[in-house]
T-cell receptor, first 112, second 109 residues
Framework: DTGVSQNPRHKITKRGQNVTFRCDPI?????LYWYRQTLGQGPEFLTYFQNEAQLEKSRLLSDRFSAERPKGSFSTLEIQRTEQGDSAMYLC??????????FGPGTRLTVT | AQRVTQPEKLLSVFKGAPVELKCNYS??????LFWYVQYSRQRLQLLLR??SRESIKGFTADLNKGETSFHLKKPFAQEEDSAMYYC???????????FGKGMKLTVNP
């Protein structure tokens, strides 16, 4: 296990298209988090899963965003009808207990 | 509301000098505080958390509830400490981390 992995690492899409990102957490970690980071800012929380249950969502997560963790292992984050303001680094993290987990390398989204 | 403030964006020191990266927070309850570090072209990684009271890579941080601060300190900076540093907070039963905007530390030879 080499840590949290995310795919793809980079995604360029046209405005209005849908995109989906995947996160594979560290195998024994039951907690999974999604964050978004824009230039010059720290990561901003989007959502959190414990096993397959989505327990917390940020107001940042508009109706165009949806996240799933169907079997309590990997997670996907989908953005529908992308907008230029969605351009950011999307980070995934996992932990065994509580906040302060291990981060993945991120998926950089560019919306043109 | 939970908020983390890192008042300085940039800090440049010479090797061997002491460093202090400031972090102030706003939270009414009992927070859990963290420092994360991101080296060039690497992922964000946990440096230390206040509940463990560890010293990692020579860095320490003490939670000062009176001043609502969690400053990161190292007595003798090394070139390999050059990185982005983020202070973060969680609390109130929420598992989300609230991050500051980060600070870039450059240690010159």
């Amino acid at each position: 296990d080499t840590g949290v992995s995310q795919n793809p690492r980079h995604k360029i899409t046209k405005r209005g298209q849908n995109v989906t990102f995947r996160c594979d957490p560290i195998s024994e970690h039951n907690r999974l988090y999604w964050y978004r980071q824009t230039l010059g800012q720290g990561p901003e929380f989007l959502t959190y899963f414990q096993n397959e249950a989505q327990l917390e969502k940020s107001r940042l997560l508009s109706d165009r965003f949806s996240a799933e963790r169907p079997k309590g292992s990997f997670s996907t984050l989908e953005i529908q009808r992308t907008e230029q303001g969605d351009s950011a680094m999307y980070l995934c993290a996992s932990s065994l207990a509580g906040a302060g987990g291990y981060f993945g390398p991120g998926t950089r989204l560019t919306v043109t | 509301a939970q908020r983390v403030t890192q008042p300085e964006k940039l800090l440049s020191v010479f090797k061997g000098a002491p460093v202090e990266l400031k972090c102030n927070y706003s939270y009414s309850g009992s927070p859990e505080l963290f420092w994360y570090v991101q080296y060039s072209r690497q992922r964000l990684q946990l440096l230390l958390r206040h509940i463990s009271r560890e010293s990692i890579k020579g860095f320490t941080a003490d939670l000062n509830k009176g001043e609502t601060s969690f400053h990161l300190k190292k007595p003798f900076a090394q070139e390999e400490d050059s990185a982005m540093y983020y202070c973060a907070l969680s609390g109130g039963g929420s598992e989300k981390l609230v991050f500051g905007k980060g600070m870039k530390l450059t240690v010159n030879p």
